[in-house]
C-alpha cells in the first residue's frame, strides 16, 4: 500500500506560480512512476506529467510543456510539480499517482494509488 498527500493548491491569479507537493508513504520502493493529473468540472481526469521514480525521467502534456517541472526528492519520498505561467484553464482538481509497473503512464486508468487532489484556481 501507498499513500499520498498533496499539498500546496490555492488561488492565485494568471501569471502566477505555484508549487504542489505530493508526500508518499508506504510500500515505495515499489514506486515506478510518480504522475500528476487534474481535473475541471464536467472534463475528463487530464494527464499533466510524470517522473520515473529512479531515473527522474519526466514527460508532460502539451498543454503544460514549458510552463510546469516535476521534480523529486527520494530522500523525502515526495514529488513536486512547479507551475509557472499559471492560467485560468489551469484550473482543476491536481492530482498524484503512483504506478507499479511499466505501463501507459498517460491513462489515469494505469495508476494504482492516488491522493485526494488539491484544488488549483487561476483567477483572470
Known amino acids: 500500500q501507498v499513500q499520498l498527500v498533496e499539498s500546496g493548491g490555492g488561488l492565485v491569479q494568471a501569471g502566477d506560480s505555484l508549487r504542489l507537493s505530493c508526500a508518499a508513504s508506504?510500500?515505495?520502493?515499489?514506486?515506478?512512476?510518480m504522475g500528476w493529473f487534474r481535473q475541471a468540472p464536467g472534463k475528463e481526469r487530464e494527464f499533466v506529467g510524470f517522473i520515473s521514480w529512479s531515473t527522474g525521467r519526466t514527460d508532460y502534456a502539451g498543454s503544460v510543456k514549458g510552463r510546469f517541472t516535476i521534480s523529486r526528492d527520494n530522500a523525502k519520498n515526495t514529488v513536486y510539480l512547479q507551475m509557472n505561467s499559471l492560467k485560468p484553464e489551469d484550473t482543476a482538481v491536481y492530482y498524484c499517482?503512483?504506478?507499479?509497473?511499466?505501463?501507459?503512464?498517460?491513462?489515469?486508468?494505469?495508476?494504482?494509488?492516488w491522493g485526494q487532489g488539491t484544488q488549483v484556481t487561476v483567477s483572470s
Open positions: 508506504g510500500r515505495t520502493f515499489s514506486t515506478f512512476r
Open positions: 499517482a503512483v504506478d507499479s509497473r511499466p505501463g501507459p503512464y498517460w491513462s489515469a486508468n494505469h495508476y494504482e494509488y
